[in-house]
Nanobody
Framework: QVQVAESGGGLVQAGGSLRLSCAAS????????MAWFRQAPGQEREFVAA???????YHADSVKGRFTISRDNAKNTLYLQMNSLKPEDTAVYYC???????????????WGQGTQVTVSS
């Protein structure tokens, strides 16, 4: 079993940067595919980025070139570096763990509680 907890959200001006972290418990972190999702008010939760257990990365078109997902298995931590932030990036960001890269389609085994990111114009 894996428990995940996000941190690093906050308020930032458009064009700014934030780095989200997701600390995971459990000795099997390295075997999980990990991902970030986000949910804006009144909208459905959407996929942002994923990274496989062997470090393959996928980013949604809406964030490609601006956001970068990474993981540090020695620290059991997942990251999301967000640059050139836009007001439309405002959302609650969730960390997720899954058995494979079907996590991209929402096949998630474990969810975090979420961290708020607000981008002002």
């Amino acid at each position: 079993q894996v428990q995940v907890a996000e941190s690093g959200g906050g308020l930032v001006q458009a064009g700014g940067s934030l780095r989200l972290s997701c600390a995971a418990s459990g000795r099997t972190f390295s075997s999980y595919a990990m991902a970030w999702f986000r949910q804006a008010p009144g909208q459905e939760r959407e996929f942002v980025a994923a990274i496989s257990s062997d470090f393959r990365r996928y980013h949604a078109d809406s964030v490609k070139g601006r956001f970068t997902i990474s993981r540090d298995n020695a620290k059991n931590t997942l990251y999301l570096q967000m640059n050139s932030l836009k007001p439309e990036d405002t959302a609650v960001y969730y960390c997720a763990a899954g058995a494979g890269m079907s996590i991209i389609r929402g096949n998630v085994d474990y969810w975090g509680q979420g961290t708020q990111v607000t981008v002002s114009s």
